[in-house]
């Protein structure tokens, strides 16, 4: 290794090239609630939005810089002193204030998007973090589309960088073409050359279009690199971005390889962090993920499950309580009070400050009604919905649904929008495709279904469906998720919590897509 600091900052970027994901969008409280379990899982950088994109992602980057108070938090900008002006005001209230700025080096990225010259790019880059430095401190510098530019030239761009006050040199593999032993050399040979080199933290940004995203992160981290830009399940971009969970259990499980070099993550908030963008964003994590996926940890073939009885280690790296799985066991029941409740909770890793305790409270009581048995993960879920369905035009109260073998099933719906209670009926070719129509009646908006899918929570026959589903108009996809012992419930619930974000869309987040956006 080339580097004396053994500490692996982990900047997380699930609320702003997370978000980019098909799907992904969140809103303002939704972000609030998401970077508050970031702080709590221990990331170091918060990248909370891209300020200049649109007035929805500077309020959220504003409202997210308000709402932490350990992690570095900073937004994303162009060269653009318009970028840079709206980035900074954005972060202004946070208690560690940043910001990372980034221009294009290949030349492809020169000559066919950006139209400029090589001297053009140094230039626009030293103006903008020259700009940035006078109002603060902590500068980030990303040269896009990195691993496909000329080596020389970026030796040359990041040398005027250091030059012009970036502490953080971000080296993005932005459209996952890198592969790790070529990736590593990279950094070794970008580390050693500028002048100032080994005064700044070096930065991997790795998408994952060919499955090595994680990997090219560890290879730039065995050669020096000091950040790793990741994010929760791995959302982001097409493929997505490396995955935190992946590369933070990584370096702890592979510490032969890795030696002194660690992260400061608290492994056990791991899953609850997954579960939690999962409920919000309605993208589910694929049964197989590594670390957070249902499978993850499970041990079907018998010779296995034989081992596993014997002796964990056989076939287990890691142990599932590290990463904050809970073991499936009994806690709650209809009888359990608001104390034991509580501190189930708290015992969970729950962060109360998003929680309105006395709506989560009364799901848990109405759940247990439902529910002989109330498991930790149907509390993780509960309170994740509690947490993230208050600022909702359209509210679900009720929904009943029949259905025979001659007649078509029909759905009568009951909804609040915007404070007025309405209802519809509606035919349709199963129970829920006929819950869903009644639904787009009463809120009046039509988008197509792209994806829905139902999964238990946990393994009883009365355990909570999980229903999620992806829906589009001609503008936008989102997703929308919901939780229920009735799995036409959830699937209602996802619709109705897709249909909140479809309008927030149009009415918040209108991001000029076309102008900008890395
Ligand atoms: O992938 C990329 O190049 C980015 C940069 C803006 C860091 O997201
Ligand atoms: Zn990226």
């Avoid at 899982?41 to 990248?47: A, F, K, R, S, T």
């Avoid at 809970?326 to 962060?351: I, T």
Wanted: charged letters at 25%; hydrophobic letters at 40%.
């Amino acid at each position: 290794m080339t580097t004396t600091s053994e500490r692996v900052q982990i900047f997380d970027t699930t609320l702003r090239d997370g978000e980019q994901s098909p799907g992904a969008t969140m809103n303002v409280e939704e972000k609030i609630v998401i970077a508050r379990q970031l702080e709590k899982l221990g990331v170091d950088v918060i990248e909370a939005g891209f300020a200049a994109a649109s007035l929805g992602d500077a309020e959220s980057v504003a409202r997210v810089a308000d709402a932490v108070s350990a992690p570095v938090v900073l937004s994303l900008a162009r060269t653009k002193q318009a970028d840079i002006e709206a980035a900074l005001q954005s972060v202004a209230k946070a208690k560690r204030p940043g910001i990372h700025i980034f221009i294009a080096t290949s030349e492809l990225h020169l000559t066919r998007k950006l139209m400029m010259s090589h001297q053009e790019v140094i230039d626009a880059a030293c103006w903008a973090l020259s700009f940035a430095k006078k109002h603060v401190d902590h500068v980030e510098f990303s040269a896009e589309d990195a691993s496909r530019s000329d080596p020389d030239y970026l030796v040359q761009v990041f040398g005027e960088a250091i030059q012009a006050g970036a502490v953080v040199l971000n080296v993005p593999d932005t459209t996952g073409y890198a592969v790790p032993q070529e990736f590593g050399a990279l950094f070794a040979d970008l580390i050693a050359r500028p002048p100032g080199g080994d005064r700044v933290t070096w930065s991997a940004h790795c998408h994952n279009d060919l499955g090595m995203a994680v990997a090219n992160s560890l290879a730039a981290v065995r050669n020096g690199a000091r950040q790793i830009e990741c994010t929760v399940n791995g959302i982001g971009e097409r493929a997505g971005n490396t995955s935190l969970e992946e590369v933070v259990m990584a370096i702890r499980t592979r510490r032969d390889v890795f030696g002194a070099v660690d992260v400061g993550v608290r492994t056990e908030q791991i899953y609850p962090s997954s579960r939690l963008l999962s409920q919000i964003t309605g993208i589910p994590v694929p049964i197989n993920k590594p670390i957070v996926g249902d499978n993850a940890f499970a041990h079907e073939a018998g010779i296995h499950q034989d081992g596993v009885l014997k002796d964990k280690q056989t076939y287990e790296i890691m142990r599932p309580e590290t990463v904050g799985l809970a073991s499936n066991k009994l806690v709650l029941g209809k009888h359990s009070g608001r104390h034991a409740f509580a501190q189930r909770l708290q015992e969970l890793g729950v962060d109360f400050g998003g929680v309105d305790m006395n709506a989560a409270f009364t799901r848990f009581k109405a759940l247990a009604d439902r529910k002989k048995h109330v498991y930790d993960e149907d509390l993780v879920a509960l309170v994740a919905e509690t947490g993230v369905r208050t600022a909702d035009r359209y509210e679900l109260l009720d929904l009943s649904v029949t259905s025979s073998s001659t007649d078509a099933p029909q759905a009568r719906v009951h909804m609040r929008v915007d404070g007025a209670t309405r209802e519809e009926s509606a035919t349709g070719d199963g129970m829920v495709d006929a819950c869903f129509k009644a639904i787009s009646r009463i809120v009046g908006l039509h988008p197509s279904l792209e994806r829905y899918q139902v999964s238990a929570i946990t393994a009883d026959t009365d355990a909570q469906g999980e229903a999620s589903c992806s829906v589009k108009d001609d503008q936008f996809t989102v997703s929308g998720q919901g939780v229920h012992t009735d799995i036409i419930m959830a699937s209602a619930l996802a619709y109705v919590n897709a249909l909140n974000k479809l309008d927030y869309r149009h009415r918040h987040h209108q991001r000029a897509q076309a102008t900008v956006g890395p």
